[in-house]
């Protein structure tokens, strides 16, 4: 397996993908075929981060021993900050443990009131049954999300396609765009790094924010202990990506990296994001809870 590099020296793409989902939330692949996919396409570390949810890194596990892939336990949280949704990756090497037992199933209700509020909110825009249309296209019991909503609105022709039902209905600041239920992010933060996590902002440059927000934004995180943004998700302009590294290197925060894959056909694949720039911040894999990926054996990464 390849040993991962201690700095970024230079301007390339690594065979490591730290957030993607699977059928356990919004994603179209089991975790099986998702480590399949991400073994076909030569990643050697990935991270299954299904939304509010670890119930598919048991089975991530075993595929990734059977493919030869090293899998960190994951998962992506949905908090808030300044009534902006803020998303949070909590990498967790010792998996599923202490504060953040709670903290998911807080989540996973959270995301039942929040789907009964967007389907409400939607049946008034003429998805009628929007709770029962969603949940038929989730396929499984799991609390819904937006994309399940997306799914009904372009099956039922209320919109043609996937971006134009987060463009009219479900995108940030739209009708569907239900923040309320959240926690505050130094909170989940908080759950992550009690229960031996690296807490990792999601695709900062997806928020809208100014510079000096997104700056404000990862100094409240890093109060909170939080200590690794994404420097990189899915295809991102080239100098907004030097920006951010140097927003990074100012406050000595690890830079991480994630395709945020969902589905086949959309335009992330895994492993598939712009090229990591020469910058100062350490890989995320130099972090202390996760300085042994660097040469961990394929299967479940373990403590130790």
């Known amino acids: 397996m390849l040993r991962l590099p201690y700095t970024f020296d230079a301007d390339q793409r690594y065979p490591v993908d730290l957030h993607m989902h699977s059928t356990?939330?919004?994603?179209?692949?089991?975790?099986?075929?998702?480590?399949?996919?991400?073994?076909?396409r030569g990643l050697t570390h990935m991270s299954l981060t299904d939304h509010d949810t670890m119930d598919?890194?048991?089975?991530?596990?075993?595929?990734?021993?059977?493919?030869?892939?090293?899998?960190?336990?994951?998962?992506?949280?949905?908090?808030?900050?300044?009534?902006?949704?803020?998303?949070?990756v909590a990498l967790m090497p010792g998996g599923l443990q202490g504060p953040m037992v709670k903290g998911l199933i807080q989540q996973r209700e959270a995301r039942i009131q929040r789907a009964a509020v967007i389907a409400e909110r939607l049946e008034k825009v003429g998805l009628s049954n929007a709770l029962e249309k969603a949940r038929l296209h989730a396929g499984s019991d799991r609390p819904l999300g937006r994309p399940d909503f997306a799914r009904a609105l372009v099956a039922e022709g209320v919109v043609p396609d996937w971006a134009s039902a987060f463009k009219r209905y479900l995108g940030s600041?739209?009708?569907?765009?239900?923040?309320?239920?959240?926690?505050?992010?130094?909170?989940?933060?908080?759950?992550?790094?009690?229960?031996?996590?690296?807490?990792?902002?999601?695709?900062?440059?997806?928020?809208?924010l100014t510079r000096r927000k997104r700056g404000l934004l990862m100094d409240t995180f890093q109060t909170a202990g939080g200590q690794a943004v994404e420097?990189?998700?899915?295809?991102?302009?080239?100098?907004?990506?030097?920006?951010?590294?140097?927003?990074?290197?100012?406050?000595?925060?690890?830079?991480?990296?994630?395709?945020?894959?969902?589905?086949?056909?959309?335009?992330?694949?895994?492993?598939?994001?712009?090229?990591?720039?020469?910058?100062?911040?350490?890989?995320?894999?130099?972090?202390?809870?996760?300085?042994?990926?660097?040469d961990a054996a394929p299967g479940l990464l373990a403590v130790g």
């Open 24 to 40: 356990a939330s919004d994603g179209a692949l089991t975790p099986t075929e998702l480590v399949a996919l991400c073994a076909e």
């Open 56 to 88: 598919g890194i048991e089975e991530a596990g075993r595929a990734a021993e059977q493919a030869g892939l090293c899998l960190i336990p994951g998962c992506e949280l949905s908090t808030r900050w300044q009534g902006v949704n803020i998303h949070v």
């Open 173 to 208: 600041g739209k009708k569907g765009d239900v923040k309320a239920h959240w926690p505050e992010i130094s909170e989940v933060v908080g759950w992550i790094v009690e229960s031996g996590g690296v807490a990792v902002i999601a695709h900062p440059l997806r928020y809208g």
């Open 231 to 294: 420097l990189v998700s899915g295809q991102q302009n080239p100098d907004s990506t030097r920006d951010l590294a140097r927003q990074l290197v100012e406050r000595d925060l690890y830079a991480s990296m994630g395709s945020d894959f969902h589905f086949p056909g959309s335009h992330a694949a895994p492993g598939s994001m712009s090229l990591i720039p020469r910058t100062a911040a350490p890989p995320i894999w130099q972090h202390p809870r996760l300085v042994h990926l660097r």
